[in-house]
């Protein structure tokens, strides 16, 4: 007997203003942390305990939520807490500090581990430094962010007309919608439209970029390009293709190659994602001994070749497309996760019959798409 509420909105990391990097991240963190409406932050982790309510906040890069997970006959105690956390954080301030503070932490650490410096790097070469997504937190923007600025972003985007709510689990459908209409629907509506997403215009430099950190002896290698957006008119036979190349299974012929064969990563994969508001990529990526990565990425660059250069074989485009269509369901096994799909296509944008057609287009792919789409594309 539980109801599962969330408000997606509109708005995220994109919308830091330069000299605040950071921000997205640490109202995110302090938002539920901070207390809301006449609640100190104590007197509202208490509330939630007596209630059993699971409340989150998340602000991502270009959308964010606040949800609640309550038991169905607290619903309306729990939705004027709610509220209060939506229209009214406090972000009190030792709560806030906290925030901060775990944040310059992490900072300190983000060249420890070669991954972080990896995906760093990558984007940067990928997309250009000056693009949003690279513009990363200093402890001068981190130190530069108030509690203020952070009341100021939820404001600008917990508005009317920017937000899509999922409710899922045990209640009377008239009933809800009389709750929400008299709670989220009387919020004020946007004074103008969000700024549009920024689009990437870097065109990246072909070559071979090293970081070095010498107290390591593995290296992590990354070859690619940048990608494409949801709709692409080679989106399936890429997104077949890719799998065969290097999908997340021992079929895949990176994994064969070059750990199952030459015995040199633990594991080797290729990811191609198709996003619906920005640009993906395409990145082959594997970790192998530093004697050994410039062998690895030599049949990185064969698999690539061949990929190009002749058709898959029946049985892998069977075994791929099978995955695709057998997991499918997986995203719709409760009432929650259909909900919560569909309002993410609505805040995002992606049409609904995007899944209707979806392993149709996947059925469809035949081994000349691949090598055309292949031999195009990568």
């Known amino acids: 007997p539980l109801v599962n509420i969330t408000v997606y909105f509109h708005g995220g990391r994109y919308l830091e203003p330069e000299g605040k990097e950071g921000l997205a991240g640490i109202t995110g963190a302090a938002w539920r942390a901070g207390g809301a409406g006449e609640r100190t932050a104590q007197e509202l982790d208490e509330e939630l305990d007596f209630l059993a309510a699971n409340l989150g906040t998340n602000i991502s890069e270009v959308n964010g939520s606040v949800s609640i997970n309550v038991l169905s006959k607290d619903l309306e105690q729990a939705m004027a807490i709610f509220m209060d956390v939506l229209t009214a954080p406090r972000f009190q301030q030792d709560r806030f500090d906290k925030a901060k503070e775990n944040r310059l932490q992490a900072m300190k650490q983000r060249n420890d581990d070669t991954a972080d410096i990896e995906a760093r790097e990558w984007n940067r070469l990928i997309f250009g430094d000056d693009y949003w997504q690279n513009r990363i937190a200093t402890e001068g923007s981190v130190e530069a962010i108030t509690a203020t600025d952070s009341k100021d972003f939820v404001n600008s985007v917990v508005r009317s007309g920017n937000l899509v709510v999922a409710v899922a689990g045990d209640f009377e459908p008239a009933e809800l919608e009389a709750l929400l209409n008299k709670t989220v629907g009387s919020l004020e509506p946007l004074t103008e439209p969000l700024p549009a997403i920024p689009q990437p215009a870097h065109t990246p430099e072909p070559g071979v970029y090293v970081v070095n950190k010498p107290d390591v002896n593995q290296g992590r290698v990354s070859i690619g390009r940048p990608g494409f957006r949801?709709?692409?008119?080679?989106?399936?036979?890429?997104?077949?293709?890719?799998?065969?190349?290097?999908?997340?299974?021992?079929?895949?012929?990176?994994?064969k190659r070059i750990r199952s064969d030459e015995g040199l990563a633990?594991?080797?994969?290729?990811?191609?994602?198709?996003?619906?508001?920005?640009?993906?990529?395409?990145?082959?990526?594997?970790?192998?001994?530093?004697?050994?990565?410039?062998?690895?990425?030599?049949?990185?660059?064969?698999?690539?070749?061949?990929?190009?250069?002749?058709?898959?074989?029946?049985?892998?485009?069977?075994?791929?497309?099978?995955?695709?269509?057998?997991?499918?369901?997986?995203?719709?096994?409760?009432?929650?996760?259909?909900?919560?799909?569909?309002?993410?296509?609505?805040?995002?944008?992606?049409?609904?019959?995007?899944?209707?057609?979806?392993?149709?287009?996947?059925?469809?792919?035949?081994?000349?798409e691949i090598q055309k789409a292949m031999k195009k594309n990568l």
């Open 230 to 255: 949801l709709g692409y008119a080679d989106q399936f036979p890429l997104m077949v293709g890719n799998d065969v190349l290097g999908g997340y299974g021992f079929t895949a012929r990176m994994m």
């Open 266 to 368: 633990y594991s080797a994969y290729a990811s191609l994602g198709f996003p619906v508001t920005i640009p993906g990529e395409f990145r082959a990526f594997y970790q192998s001994q530093s004697s050994t990565c410039a062998y690895a990425a030599e049949i990185v660059f064969k698999l690539l070749h061949d990929m190009r250069s002749a058709e898959a074989t029946e049985e892998e485009i069977r075994t791929t497309k099978a995955s695709f269509i057998e997991t499918f369901p997986n995203q719709f096994a409760s009432a929650a996760q259909i909900v919560g799909l569909y309002a993410v296509d609505e805040i995002l944008g992606r049409d609904h019959e995007y899944w209707v057609e979806y392993r149709d287009n996947v059925a469809a792919v035949n081994a000349e």
